[in-house]
C-alpha cells in the first residue's frame, strides 16, 4: 500500500506544471516612454492558461538580456491589430479576449481562465505611458511594437521595432484550464486520503 501510495503522489506532482515561457525577445538595447503595444504569435505545444506578459525596463547589454519586468495600468489581450487610442481600450474592443486583474512581479497577470492557443497570433496594449526596452530593427510580421504619444493619440504599427517582452503561461487541457495553486490542493487532498486509507489497513493487521 505504501508503494502505491508514492507512486500516486509522483504521478501527481507531475501534473503541477509550472508556469514556462510561451514566445519572449529580450535582446533589444533601446529605450523608449509612450503607452505601448506588442503582437506575438504562439508556437505549438499549447494551449496555456494562467498567462503574464510584460515588458522590460532594464535594454539588453552585450551577452546579457533585458532582466527586469515591468507593467504599469492594464493591458488588454485581442485577436486582431486595434490602431484606436490608449484611453478607449475596453471590453468593448473589438478582437477583446481579456483585461488583465493585477499586476505581480511587474507582470501583468490574466484571469486563469484565459486561454492562449497554439500558432495563433495575438495583441497586447497598454494604457498607461511607461519607461520600456526593446529594439529599433527587430519587429516581423510575426512579432511588431505598436505605440501612442498620449492617451488619446492612436497607436501606431511601428513595423521594424520590437519590445523586450515574455508571454508565459502554463500548458493545460482546452477548455479546463486548472490553476497550479488549486491543483496542488487536490493532489493534496488525495494524498491525505490515500495515506488515512493505508492507515486503516495497517490497523487491521
Do not use: H
Not at 73 to 79: I, R, V
Not at 115 to 139: H, R
Not at 150 to 159: L, R, V, W
Amino acid at each position: 500500500m505504501k508503494r502505491l501510495l508514492l507512486w500516486t503522489v509522483f504521478a501527481a506532482t507531475a501534473t503541477l506544471v509550472p508556469a514556462q515561457v510561451i514566445v519572449q525577445y529580450t535582446a533589444g538595447p533601446a529605450v523608449g516612454t509612450d503607452y505601448w503595444g506588442q503582437s506575438f504569435t504562439t508556437p505549438g505545444g499549447g494551449p496555456w492558461s494562467n498567462i503574464t506578459f510584460n515588458f522590460y525596463s532594464t535594454a539588453a547589454s552585450g551577452s546579457n538580456p533585458a532582466s527586469t519586468p515591468t507593467a504599469v495600468g492594464s493591458a488588454f489581450l485581442l485577436t486582431q491589430e486595434y490602431l484606436g487610442t490608449p484611453a478607449a481600450l475596453s471590453a468593448s474592443t473589438p478582437g477583446f479576449v481579456a483585461e488583465s486583474v493585477s499586476i505581480s512581479g511587474g507582470m501583468y497577470i490574466f484571469a486563469p481562465s484565459v486561454v492562449l492557443n497554439s500558432g495563433t497570433k495575438y495583441w497586447v496594449y497598454e494604457n498607461a505611458s511607461m519607461f520600456i526596452t526593446g529594439s529599433n530593427t527587430a519587429g516581423t510580421s510575426a512579432q511588431a511594437l505598436y505605440v501612442a504619444p498620449n492617451a488619446t493619440s492612436n497607436f501606431i504599427n511601428t513595423g521594424t521595432e520590437l519590445a523586450n517582452y515574455t508571454v508565459s503561461g502554463t500548458p493545460t487541457v482546452p477548455g479546463i484550464p486548472v490553476p497550479p495553486s488549486i491543483l496542488l490542493t487536490i493532489v493534496a487532498l488525495g494524498c491525505l486520503g490515500l495515506y488515512q486509507a493505508s492507515r486503516r489497513f495497517a490497523n487491521r493487521v
